[in-house]
């Protein structure tokens, strides 16, 4: 069992940055593929950027490539998703999720946070 918990969002003008922080419990934290996804108002939720169990495989949208980096620190238990260059189409709640295998569909992943809020103002 793996409980995830996002925080970071925020508003943030066109341009700047966030770092978004998935905090995980349990002890098996090390052995799942994380990924971040996000969802707008009426739109379905896709994926963001992924990162294997050890770090060493990693994935990104096409609409991210560049501008976010994914990482992990496992003996914190805490996954990252540093956002530069945020544009308002980035505006999305965004959300964490654990997996035994780095996918792109959200019915790969076992476990989810809540979300946290990302607003990019134009």
């Known amino acids: 069992q793996v409980q995830l918990v996002e925080s970071g969002g925020g508003l943030v003008q066109a341009g700047g940055s966030l770092r978004l922080f998935c905090a995980a419990s349990?002890?098996?934290?090390?052995?799942?593929?994380m990924g971040w996804f996000r969802q707008a108002p009426g739109k379905e939720r896709e994926f963001v950027a992924g990162?294997?169990?050890?770090?060493?495989?990693?994935s990104y949208a096409d609409s991210v490539k560049g501008r976010f980096t994914i990482s992990r620190d496992n003996a914190k238990n805490t996954v990252y998703l540093q956002m530069n260059s945020l544009k308002p189409e980035d505006t999305a709640l965004y959300y964490c999720?654990?997996?035994?295998?780095?996918?792109?569909?959200?019915?790969?992943?076992?476990?989810w946070g809540q979300g946290t809020q990302v607003t990019v103002s134009s």
């Open positions: 999720a654990a997996g035994r295998n780095l996918r792109y569909g959200t019915g790969s992943y076992d476990y």
């Open positions: 349990g002890r098996s934290f090390s052995s799942y593929a």
């Open positions: 990162i294997s169990w050890s770090g060493g495989s990693i």
